[in-house]
């Protein structure tokens, strides 16, 4: 099983509402990723989770939650976004093997694509 | 500041042909770089690897090419199939920061029958 799965797929939500994304893998990996991608751009980082502790935040706003409940799972928190929060947002997971040389590739979800309206 | 560059938006070639794909990077501390193929709202899926202590890494129809002292990568599809149109992002990883993967901005491949 080499998959990490995104639910679901497509969300629209108003700026108040709460809402949550979710991602699971069962790959064994213990680095898990939420990425943000807005169309004709490259996937930018938002949050890294190394054996289930958040080890980076990129200055994420806070209306943008994450959560890592155990090693397979992935959550992310939405409230009072705004339309400018519309992307697709892609789960990822690695085995986090690092050092010089080290073979380290992120497995990417099919993503979420969330409207804001 | 652009860490990892991919000049060419797009990229047209004829089937059977071969496709080359550019990266270029700033940083001399990333040592681990990817090429991930994109299709429209999907997740980018991983394509081949290379490690900075390697100038070649090949993987059937496709391999990656590293230049470390032009801090340059390139990747080779050869004969390129329609199948092959997507985006295609380079990726780089740095030593410290392992977490932190950087991609460039995406070339469009476009395979012509």
């Known amino acids: 099983d080499t998959e990490v799965t995104q639910t679901p797929k497509h969300l629209v939500m108003g700026m108040t509402n709460k809402k949550s994304l979710k991602c699971e893998q069962h790959m064994g990996h213990r680095a898990m990723y939420w990425y943000k991608q807005k169309a004709k751009k490259p996937p930018e980082l938002m949050f890294v989770y190394s054996y289930e502790k958040l080890s980076i935040n990129e200055s994420v706003p806070s209306r943008f939650s994450p959560e890592c409940p155990n090693s397979s799972l992935l959550n992310l928190h939405l409230h009072a976004l705004q339309p400018e929060d519309s992307a697709l947002y892609l789960c990822?997971?690695?085995?986090?093997?690092?050092?010089?040389?080290?073979?380290?590739?992120?497995?990417f979800g099919s993503g979420t694509q969330l409207s804001v309206l | 500041d652009q860490q990892v560059k991919q000049n060419s938006p797009s990229l047209s070639v004829q089937e059977g042909r071969i496709s080359i794909l550019n990266c270029d990077y700033t940083?001399?501390?990333?040592?681990?770089f990817l090429w991930y193929k994109k299709y429209p709202a999907e997740g980018p899926t991983f394509l081949i690897s290379?490690?900075?202590?390697?100038d070649k890494n090949e993987d059937g129809r496709f391999t990656v090419f590293l230049n470390k002292s032009a801090k340059h990568l390139s990747l080779h599809i050869v004969p390129s199939q329609p199948g092959d149109s997507a985006v295609y992002f380079c990726a780089a990883r740095p030593i410290q920061g392992a977490q932190k993967l950087v991609f460039g901005q995406g070339t469009r491949l476009t395979i012509n029958p």
């Open positions: 990822a997971s690695s085995h986090q093997f690092y050092g010089q040389g080290a073979d380290e590739k992120l497995f």
């Open positions: 290379i490690s900075s202590i390697k």
């Open positions: 940083n001399s501390m990333f040592d681990y």
